[in-house]
Nanobody, 126 residues
Framework: QAHVVESGGGLVQAWESLSLSCTTS????????LAWFRQAPGKELEAVSCISWNERIIQYDDRVKGRFTISKHNANKTVSLRMNSLKAEDTAIYYC???????????????????WGQGTQVTVSV
C-alpha cells in the first residue's frame, strides 16, 4: 500500500526560508512522478512543482519559479521542497503527491497523481 507523508511545515516570517520533506513507501519510487501542490483557505488546489522519476523534467508554477526548488532523493525515497523568499500568499496546506508515470516527464495536473499525503501547514506572517 502506497504511503506519502509530508513534514516540515510551520510558521515563518516573510522573506524567510522553509524546507518541506515527503517520505514515500509502498510503491516503485523509480517509476513515479512526484509533485507538490498547495491549497490556501477558501481557494482551489494549485500546483507548485513536479519532478519526473529520472529527474530530467522539472516544472514550477510561475508563482514560485525562482524561489522554490524541488529535489528527489532516491536513496531514502523522499522528495523535498526548498522554499526561499516566502511571501504571505504562500500560506497554504502543502501536499505531496505521487503519480505512476514510468515513461518519464511530469505534469502539474492533480488528476495525474494517485497517491496523496495528508498535507502540512505553511504559514507566512508579514
Amino acid at each position: 500500500q502506497a504511503h506519502v507523508v509530508e513534514s516540515g511545515g510551520g510558521l515563518v516570517q516573510a522573506w524567510e526560508s522553509l524546507s518541506l520533506s515527503c517520505t514515500t513507501s509502498g510503491f516503485n519510487f523509480d517509476a513515479y512522478t512526484l509533485a507538490w501542490f498547495r491549497q490556501a483557505p477558501g481557494k482551489e488546489l494549485e500546483a507548485v512543482s513536479c519532478i519526473s522519476w529520472n529527474e530530467r523534467i522539472i516544472q514550477y508554477d510561475d508563482r514560485v519559479k525562482g524561489r522554490f526548488t524541488i529535489s528527489k532523493h532516491n536513496a531514502n525515497k523522499t522528495v523535498s521542497l526548498r522554499m526561499n523568499s516566502l511571501k504571505a500568499e504562500d500560506t497554504a496546506i502543502y501536499y505531496c503527491a505521487a503519480g505512476w508515470r514510468p515513461s518519464g516527464g511530469c505534469t502539474l495536473r492533480a488528476d495525474d497523481y494517485q497517491n496523496w499525503g495528508q498535507g502540512t501547514q505553511v504559514t507566512v506572517s508579514v
